[in-house]
């Protein structure tokens, strides 16, 4: 039971930027369905009014819980989870500056002295304002004030944090910048310094900055990606769009479940499992409604190709998830993105409301035999809602910590039904198989792992982006591909599948990236991060950043994790300042029994591999050795 109550009143403008998200969602609920769809905007609605005015105030709060009929506690709880919503007064412009392992490398602990010296200290966490800013009343910006209400406020403050990694380690060092007001200004950029950080704290639009975008043979995820307006479905349409669903529905759910099969197409995202099987399961289950979800909520420091095709080629998505609509029966689809992608945001929005005016999304009409909508969610900075039942539950309105499997979603997943969950870039793959066939599909790659993959490659080479190459083909020439290390100093090591995968050596140049060849070298493709390190990057700072990164994103759940993390971090700090617990050995095997603990159990993939990158490359790169040498 929930013994308290908020007597606060939400202002005018929070009021106004609430009730627009929960537009005919007042009264009692007629049935518990609509009582689960109601609770689902809670998210959504915290999100409105932090845009509206800075942060989440208790007013807004309370006016969010009664149209909700949410208890109090319990949508705190929520908004306490996500990093990226403030809970007491802070400047209504606010600036995010990523320094993770990507943007340390490349300059971000000099862009985050130079924030502190021009705007004081760092928030101590993103969700939590900076002290002097709390009693300061003009930490709003009142649009009705502004000769143009539309135009951004004019903060009379900034504010800033420390930000886990952007997913623009392509264009590092990166910054996140909002601008409260009533039409909220958002953006995220890379090449940030000072200055460009500023402007955008002023209300000033940022050029974006430049990265690669490059194919080794056959460019399939890339297609399109950097060469047809993103913006315009004729443009999507002139370029080949929609042929995939066409084809769809000519050779039937079946034929377009066995057409996926066939490719041996699996999950992008890290999991790997078989595409096919996952839309067959859900698909065959007598119980409906069943839906279908996009995770875009890609958090993985070091990983940022989703971000590129959702950018660059969000009608691909749209076309994907019809498709997979259509053969697994679902009616409603969601597209789950992460809260740092803006202007991805902004582009799946625009696809979607297109798609529906063209007949392509909706009712069954105009020839289109089946029905299917998809509705676009963002998140607030939570990795573990990369977890699909982290995901669901943050869907549905509840805090984002993962659920006990079984029962998997394919059987019980959002709202309790049975859920397709796909990440991006195994949902844009669709495309391809089903408009050419499968054997077309495998002429590429091995046979293994047939087709081209996607790979994020930051860190020390002259060409940081995104790269599509035939699996199969060897981690130098990729490295290559990206133009070579990219100063003098020899190569130290590279870390692979983001910081849930795992650190190679130099030896490992000529490993084949396939999903086979990764296994039995011990390594993972994971979310397809290829991190390099020569030697001018210290490693231990980096491994520690690792450790740091799951002790912040473990949810807390289960101890396991929620110990183990910390234990880890703070293992690796005796190391790092001369004070181990006995010897190097000693320290060595208590990490190997900390991340054997967590694999064994903890609930999730964030505690089974939060150890495995800090555990290789104690082994392959020897980085306390090599310091004490």
């Given at each position: 039971m929930d013994l308290k109550h908020l007597e606060a009143k939400a202002s005018a403008d929070e009021r106004d930027a609430i009730d627009a998200v929960l537009a005919g969602n007042a009264g009692e609920p007629a049935n518990r369905r609509e009582a689960l769809a109601r609770r689902s905007l809670l998210l959504p609605a915290l999100l409105a009014a932090q845009g509206r005015v800075g942060y989440v105030s208790e007013g807004a709060l309370a006016h969010i819980c009664r149209s909700l009929g949410v208890p109090p506690a319990e949508a705190w709880g929520v908004a306490s989870f996500y990093a990226l919503l403030a809970l007491a007064p802070r400047p209504a412009a606010f600036a995010h500056i990523c320094d993770d392992i990507a943007c340390r490398a490349q300059g971000a602990e000099e862009l985050c002295g130079a924030m502190e010296r021009a705007h004081g200290p760092a928030a101590t966490h993103a969700h939590r304002a900076d002290p002097q800013h709390r009693a300061d009343p003009q930490h709003r910006a009142d649009p009705q004030h502004r000769a143009d209400p539309h135009a951004p406020p004019a903060a009379t403050s900034y504010g800033w944090a420390r930000s886990p990694c952007l997913g623009l380690c392509d264009q590092a060092p990166a910054a996140m910048v909002s601008v409260a007001g009533r039409r909220c200004v958002e953006q995220a950029f890379g090449a940030a310094d000072i200055?460009?950080?500023?402007?955008?704290?002023?209300?000033?639009?940022?050029?974006?900055?430049?990265?690669?975008?490059?194919?080794?043979?056959?460019?399939?995820?890339?297609?399109?990606?950097?060469?047809?307006?993103?913006?315009?479905?004729?443009?999507?349409?002139?370029?080949?769009?929609?042929?995939?669903?066409?084809?769809?529905?000519?050779?039937?759910?079946?034929?377009?479940?066995?057409?996926?099969?066939?490719?041996?197409?699996?999950?992008?995202?890290?999991?790997?499992?078989?595409?096919?099987?996952k839309w067959e399961a859900v698909s065959k289950t007598p119980e409906?409604?069943?839906?279908?979800?996009?995770?875009?909520?890609?958090?993985?420091?070091?990983?940022?190709?989703?971000?590129?095709?959702?950018?660059?080629?969000?009608?691909?998505?749209?076309?994907?998830?019809?498709?997979?609509?259509?053969?697994?029966?679902?009616?409603?689809?969601?597209?789950?993105?992460?809260?740092?992608?803006?202007?991805?945001?902004?582009?799946?929005?625009?696809?979607?409301?297109?798609?529906?005016?063209?007949?392509?999304?909706?009712p069954a009409h105009a020839g289109k035999p089946?029905?299917?909508?998809?509705?676009?969610?963002?998140?607030?900075?939570?990795?573990?809602?990369?977890?699909?039942?982290?995901?669901?539950?943050?869907?549905?309105?509840?805090?984002?910590?993962?659920?006990?499997?079984?029962?998997?979603?394919?059987?019980?997943?959002?709202f309790g039904k049975p859920t397709a969950i796909n990440n991006v870039e195994t949902l844009v793959a669709v495309i391809d198989i089903v408009?050419?066939?499968?054997?077309?599909?495998?002429?590429?790659?091995t046979a293994g792992s047939p087709g081209t993959k996607l790979f994020c490659v930051s860190g020390t080479v002259r060409r940081p982006g995104v790269y599509e190459v035939p699996f199969g083909t060897r981690l130098g020439e990729l490295i290559e591909l990206a133009g070579g290390l990219s100063g003098p100093a020899p190569l130290q090591g590279i870390l692979l599948g983001g910081a849930a995968g795992v650190f190679v050596g130099p030896d490992k140049l000529a490993l084949p990236l396939s999903f086979e060849d990764a296994r039995a070298a011990g390594a993972t493709l994971g979310s397809g991060v290829v991190f390099v390190l020569d030697e001018s990057i210290p490693l231990v700072p980096?491994?520690?950043?690792?450790?740091?990164?799951?002790?912040?994103?473990?949810?807390?759940?289960?101890?396991?994790?929620r110990v183990g993390t910390v234990r880890q971090e703070e293992l690796l700090a005796r190391l790092a300042n001369g004070k181990p617990r006995g010897d190097l050995a000693a320290e060595r095997a208590l990490l190997a029994e900390l991340g054997q603990a967590m694999r064994d159990a903890s609930i999730c993939g964030l505690g089974q591999t939060a150890s495995s990158a800090i555990e290789s490359a104690l082994v392959?790169?020897?980085?306390f050795v090599k310091s004490s040498r």
């Open positions: 200055a460009r950080v500023e402007a955008a704290l002023g209300g000033a639009r940022v050029a974006p900055a430049r990265y690669a975008l490059e194919a080794s043979g056959p460019r399939r995820l890339l297609a399109r990606a950097g060469r047809v307006d993103p913006r315009s479905i004729e443009a999507y349409a002139a370029s080949g769009g929609w042929l995939a669903l066409e084809r769809a529905l000519v050779i039937g759910r079946e034929g377009v479940i066995g057409e996926l099969n066939a490719a041996k197409l699996v999950g992008r995202g890290g999991a790997a499992f078989p595409t096919g099987r409906g409604p069943r839906y279908l979800v996009c995770n875009a909520d890609e958090s993985e420091p070091g990983t940022f190709k989703d971000r590129v095709l959702l950018e660059e080629d969000p009608f691909a998505l749209i076309e994907a998830m019809a498709i997979g609509g259509y053969a697994t029966g679902a009616e409603q689809g969601y597209i789950y993105l992460r809260g740092e992608y803006p202007l991805a945001a902004e582009r799946l929005e625009n696809a979607i409301q297109s798609a529906r005016a063209a007949g392509r999304l909706g089946f029905a299917f909508d998809i509705e676009l969610r963002r998140g607030a900075g939570a990795y573990i809602c990369g977890e699909e039942t982290a995901l669901c539950a943050s869907i549905e309105g509840f805090r984002g910590e993962p659920r006990t499997k079984p029962p998997f979603p394919v059987h019980q997943g959002l408009r050419d066939g499968a054997a077309a599909y495998a002429a590429v790659g980096t491994l520690r950043r690792i450790a740091a990164f799951f002790r912040d994103e473990s949810c807390g759940q289960c101890v396991p994790c392959q790169l020897q980085p």
